[in-house]
């Protein structure tokens, strides 16, 4: 791994995917999103083999994913994104029986759970929490269950982490996943172990951004980077 | 894995795509291609460990793969699919700046390569093999190399197997990866290893077509059955 760890802030991050579903990009949002799934899906086996989750796109591929690793994935789903690409994550999910709870309280549906998979707010989100989103950070922000967020942890600040007061300013998820590349509030993180996904960065889209790739190992789609690294913004 | 290898005809083959990919099973040509890809290089990566490859879209994506598993692969692709995946998926390769190379005659690529992957036809190919795959089907008849065929070896028919007689008659591949689910032709083959390769097939589906599942592992996207495995074709 390098020794720094160099993170995207949001309109680098944004340019990032932009140019990857550009015209001379080449992937669509299905491709972008099975691959980040499929890397969210890899760190819970990491972090968590065998025996919960919740969220956005990557977390409903996610879920399909930990499906088949013989995982019982909750979906807790209250707002769908209407666009085809979710209502097909959706429709998968329901072929395979995969529950989907919104009625269950967030406290309950943790308790029945081992892991839950924080996939709620992505690194564009403006404060307030809004219901019923409250309840589940809430929740997560107790630390009843481990936590593994995707990206960024829901209601934190792209560049300052934490919300400085109330809900969610408590908030320390148990293990992170940073898809592409880390955002700049990866330096507020002091969980257990932090993960980065996206082996599909070539060196051209990295060097224009001035990352540094990962090594990754074998057939991995994540790698483990220390939570102690030095962190770079860009 | 199941005692019997329960393979699927063009027509079933067909369907169960269409199932995938309509209103109700929800999964895109993007995503049904990206799994494949996937599957298609953790193959690979099982018969030989770190060192070429050819084919279709899901070929494309397997030397996407490979080249970040550590492979140089070289892409044989002399007449594209004019479709938006398509000139994605070769817009994502030129980004990594992996070689196409359609002007080197086939037996000298070969010549420089360790392994073929064979992605050219799949199992609705209709005789005769045409320039300028002649040429390639006649180097991997040779056996100069070994060969992954993907879903169908080139040129095979998807009951009968190798061509009766000329081109292609005596092709048979060291390795093969059956997509989704084998085809009847698998009865042919007679090479090391068969790896099967599709775990996004639910339950409903596998009945519906009366297919077994493979019992993958871990986070295994293929699984390996035995040559030998007795074949009941649906």
Redesign the interface.
Known sequence: MPQTLKTLGPKAAADLDGDLMS??????I??LM??AG?SV??AV?NVHPPSAGNNGGDGLVAA??LY??GYTPVVYYPKPTKKP?Y??????LN???IRFDNETPFDKLAGESDLIVDALFGFSFQPPVREPFDQAIAVMEKGVKPVLAVDTPSSWHVEDGPQNEGLGSKYMPDYLISLTAAKPNVGHFKGKKHFIGG??L????AKKYNLNIPE?K??DQIVEVPVDVKVEKL
């Open positions: 015209d001379a990009g080449g992937f669509s299905d491709q099975e691959l499929l899906s890899q086996y399909r994913h088949f690793y690409i209502d097909g994550l959706v429709k998968q072929n395979l029986h082996r599909f070539g060196e051209d889209v990754y074998g057939l």
